[in-house]
């Protein structure tokens, strides 16, 4: 609480302040926020807030003798957005207060929290280029850059997790162009390449990645290449396919920007690819993702007498996820998803595992991604050869997000 308490106290103050009262409330709805501006325009901020509660059942190899449950706030988020001194320059804070959101305390974030998700500034230069500088999600597979609050299941699948590229800190470059009926969309960044809120410098080498989108059917309605549900009911068929690369020199972590430490001794370079698609239309969604991870120099296990770092090899390998789902006129969704990954080494450690994830998901959207109840059930088997007598884990979600 000691990490929040300054914020709240802002909050109040702000508040409280009567220059206020020269500000001019714009927007102010139920899952839009609350938008104030400037009397001379000088400046805005949006204001927004969620929560996700959640409750999960997992039941080792069908063993309902050693069922195992939790109820926990998954996310719980604060955002501010708007822009400053002029239209085109933009910016947005986002903190995350739940315990899930902080991460454990390192020495590499100075001991404390990792309150912080993004804190950047973008500035539209001319047209559709834009820089953004600061810390932020870079341009990796799709799944991990939508919003979750914005998924079509209670959470992102397993090729996310473990082999996607995350928030860092550093500089992008976008734009947008058309190529006849075609939207094209590209993004290069430069970065630290060790995750979020780092505090004693680089230990590594630096990041970089490169991002390139191809929309042959024209763009999606509200940014929907970016929701996961079909919520604005595509009357046209509409194709989105993303392909990244991603270089992270002498990671210092064992997934890049995520993960535990690894012993300077032990540095590799991490060179990752992303493909991914989105289809939508008429309610129908039809996603995939294919990460590639792989270490470029020689494979190096774990040494010793190295302080404050947990010494692992990297993850590396490559995985698919394909999901499938209808949002019905009464906005219930059922989904369903099938993913696979394959650890290069795999059996190194309890993580290292092959798995392979059937997930059926159901979503009922109260208010859109702003206020909805979804829940899955998934049945995750390690084998390296599927057979119907096999021993599953179950794990089972219900989460409840209410958006403000």
Known sequence: MKHIFPFVVFGLLAISNPILSQQQTIESSFGKG??????????????????????ITEVPGMDFNAVETNWLIR???????????????????????????????????????????????????AGNFEVWVGQ?????????????????????????????????????????????????????AFSQGEGRNRTAGNDGGLEYTG???????????????????????EQTPKLSIGVTFDQNVNAARERGN????????????????????????KGWVVAGEYANKKALGDRLTAGEGAEEAFLSNYFTGQGINVQLGYLFENNVEPAFRYTSITPEEAGYASDRDAQRMYTFGLSKYVVGHSLKVQTDLSFIDENAEFSFDQEFDMLFRFQVEMAF
Not at 156 to 175: A, E, H, K, P, T
Not at 213 to 226: I, V
């Open 75 to 125: 996310r719980s988020r604060l955002k501010f957005s708007g822009f400053a001194h002029h239209p085109n320059l933009q910016y947005k804070i986002e903190l995350g207060l739940s315990n899930r959101d902080h991460g454990g305390e390192v020495p590499q974030t100075n001991n404390t929290s990792n309150l912080i998700l993004d804190a950047f500034v973008r500035w539209k230069v």
């Open 34 to 55: 609350v938008t104030v501006v400037a009397a001379d325009e000088s400046f805005s901020m949006k204001f927004n807030a969620r929560v996700q509660s959640l409750f």
């Open 211 to 233: 991002r390139v989108e191809f929309l042959p059917m024209g763009a999606f309605t509200g940014k929907g290449d970016y929701i996961s549900s079909d919520l604005k009911r």
């Open 136 to 188: 932020t999600k870079l341009p990796g597979n799709r799944e991990r850059v939508i919003s979750s609050q914005k998924l079509q299941f209670v959470d992102r699948s397993l090729v996310n997790s473990r082999f996607n590229i995350d928030r860092d800190m550093g500089i992008q470059f976008r734009n947008k162009h058309t190529l006849g009926g075609m939207i094209i969309n590209e993004a290069l």
């Open 258 to 281: 995520l993960g535990s430490y690894v012993a300077d001794t032990a540095y590799n370079t991490l060179q990752t690819v992303l493909a991914d698609f989105m289809f939508k239309y």
